[in-house]
């Protein structure tokens, strides 16, 4: 018999009754039946029931076991009485009697529980990680995240793609976020970067005559950490393939994706119709640009109806240019109770509040209740009321102002309304496609032009394009939205020398500067470049959906805190004198 089990802890069932058999796993959980010791064992793959008792010759042993002790037992398999079945297992009919024990591993007193739902603080989970992750719903998890990037892979390659590896040490480069950069010893003051991204690496692929490239990739941030994003290191399914369009990505990827969530969404419908909606009415119905159609409200323009009208706070605020109003419909949200409520949490966000409409039944028709209402009379409202097709029992929430301003408000109140409503369908993965992103945003404090999205996209209409205003040039720039988050991103690449120039030149970054810092990338693109395209997805974050969990940090391994702390590792580490000796560095004292 192998030296530590014949079966795992899911493997028995009553056909296996009279064997003999050697399991091995963790306790679990221990009960005392009136002299009979009942031990739940456990390892990767499920439980089984063992017990002992004074016939036993190992009793005196069984009786000193603790949670989480490793074991291994001997003994042999017995039939449950039909009363004792437990359907919920697979081994839920049988259950061991211990002959013989050994002790692998004793633990201590334990810092979390591992059996049952406690919940512990996070400093705790992640310090103990290893324990952390015993628990069933990690075990799970971590189980999901494995078969997913295995489909993934497998679908890849099922539609014509090869793995390559590109380099983790490489050069620093503008993704949009922080690099981590690492200190050469052989060049004393010159620092590597980790990749924020294999961007460039897979445009060298493309140029070399590779048609189709895909790699499960390692990227590196240093970012501030959010629910959905992890503050150091990520893993996407990175993409690339020469002579398509942007609808050739998206016909490639997207049934790459919907099989995915189809296999592992737990029965969850998987929207067919994947709209293409432009970045600019994604802000204005919705605003932002990761939109959860799972919600069915859209937000209008109203101005019209304020311009000019009784309601003297939206009426002057229309006489400034680039300002707006905009509702929120809500509909079934027609009681004065909910409107204060939602006004209260407009104020909670910072805005003075939100004016709102209801419409309720006075028995004689339809009347329009509240503030704004009574200040714009019963032409306008009716006016509003039919734009946003609304009837009795429903509202409608206004905000004003410059769009920037207050349309991050708008988007989080619309996901408020429909959520306390009941307006959004959470049984359902519901997807679209954000198109047509502006290649470039202005600081509103200095002015300075500088990239929105990715600075290696093809601006729609080509060196015309970047002859004008560069805040309306248009880049092939797209992103996958699914229920609110961010899945997906991409672009169309700009593979032409002279366009790529000038796009930088608008940016601030001279051609000298563009040589410097993108030297490999500039001089393939003078050796036959094809067009080429691809896009990115987020692999946690797609696991994060697929597991119905909101922090990001569930589905990873052994994640960093808050803080980009590894408490378990206790990373970042100070480094010794004789490191930074080695790479002439010195660490100056930080300044209270």
Not at 487 to 498: E, T, Y
Request: hydrophobic residues 40%; negative net charge.
């Amino acid at each position: 018999m192998h030296s530590y089990r014949s079966h795992t802890c899911a493997e028995l069932t009553k056909s296996n009754v009279g064997d003999t058999v050697r399991l091995s796993g963790w306790v679990h959980r221990i009960r005392d039946h009136g002299g009979v010791l009942f031990v739940d064992l456990r390892d990767h793959y499920g439980m089984t029931q063992v017990l002992c008792d004074p016939d036993s010759p190992v009793f005196a042993e069984v009786e000193k076991l603790r949670s989480e002790w490793c074991v291994r037992i001997d003994g042999e398999v017995k039939a449950r009485d039909e009363s004792l079945v437990n359907p919920k297992i697979p081994t839920g009919e049988i259950e061991v009697f211990i002959r013989d024990m050994e002790v692998l591993g004793s633990a201590g007193e334990l810092p979390l529980i591992v059996f049952g739902d406690q919940e512990y603080p996070e400093e705790t989970r992640l310090r103990y990680r290893y324990l952390d992750l015993r628990r069933e719903a990690m075990q799970e998890n971590m189980k999901l995240r494995s078969d997913v990037v295995a489909s993934i892979r497998r679908r890849m390659w099922d539609t014509g793609f090869r793995e390559y590896q590109t380099p983790i040490i490489t050069a620093s480069s503008p993704e949009g976020a922080r690099d981590f950069l690492v200190p050469s010893r052989l060049h004393p003051g010159r620092f590597y970067a980790l990749p924020q991204a294999p961007q460039l690496f897979k445009q060298l692929i493309m140029v070399s005559g590779f048609d189709k490239y895909f790699q499960i990739a390692p990227c590196f941030r240093d970012e501030d950490p959010r629910a959905d994003r992890s503050p150091t290191d990520f893993y996407q399914l990175d993409m690339e393939m020469s002579f398509v369009e942007q609808q050739d990505v998206f016909d490639t990827i997207q049934p790459v994706i919907a099989g995915i969530f189809e296999e592992f969404g737990g029965g969850r419908k998987v929207d067919a119709e994947w709209p293409q909606i432009s970045y600019a009415d994604a802000a204005m119905w919705y605003g932002t640009d990761k939109p959860d159609l799972r919600n069915p409200i859209k937000m209008q323009d109203v101005s019209e109806h304020f311009r000019g009208s009784g309601f003297a706070i939206f009426a002057k605020l229309l006489e400034q240019d680039g300002t707006q109003i905009r509702a929120i419909p809500a509909p079934t949200g027609g009681s004065r109770k909910f409107c204060d409520r939602m006004n209260a949490f407009a104020q909670k966000e910072g805005l003075p509040g939100m004016g709102y409409i209801f419409w309720r039944d006075q028995g004689e028709g339809m009347e329009a209740a509240g503030p704004l209402a009574k200040n714009i009379g019963p032409e306008r409202t009716e006016a509003i009321r039919q734009q946003l097709g609304l009837d009795v029992g429903d509202a409608a929430f206004f905000l004003g102002g410059k769009p920037d301003a207050f349309e991050t408000v708008a988007g989080k109140a619309r996901v408020v309304i429909g959520e306390e409503l009941n307006l959004t369908d959470k049984d359902r993965f519901a997807f679209a496609w954000i198109v047509d992103f502006p290649m470039y945003e202005a600081d509103e404090e200095t002015g300075r032009v500088d990239f929105s999205h990715n600075p290696f996209s093809m601006p729609q209409g080509g060196l015309d394009a970047l002859e004008g205003d560069p805040l309306n040039v248009l880049g092939y720039q797209y992103d996958l939205a699914c229920n609110g988050y961010e899945l997906v991103s991409g672009a169309i690449r700009n593979h032409k020398l002279d366009i790529m120039i000038k796009a930088f030149e608008l940016a601030g970054y001279g051609a000298d500067e563009v040589h410097k810092r993108f030297g490999g990338l500039v001089n393939a693109f003078q050796y036959g470049a094809p067009p080429h395209g691809g896009c990115a997805a987020g692999i946690d974050r797609m696991v994060m959906l697929l597991a119905d969990e909101a922090n990001i940090r569930e589905v990873i391994m052994f994640p960093m805190n808050q803080r980009a702390e590894d408490l378990m590792m206790n990373a970042p580490s100070e480094p010794t004198s004789d490191q930074l000796m080695e790479l002439g560095l010195r660490i100056l004292p930080q300044e209270d």
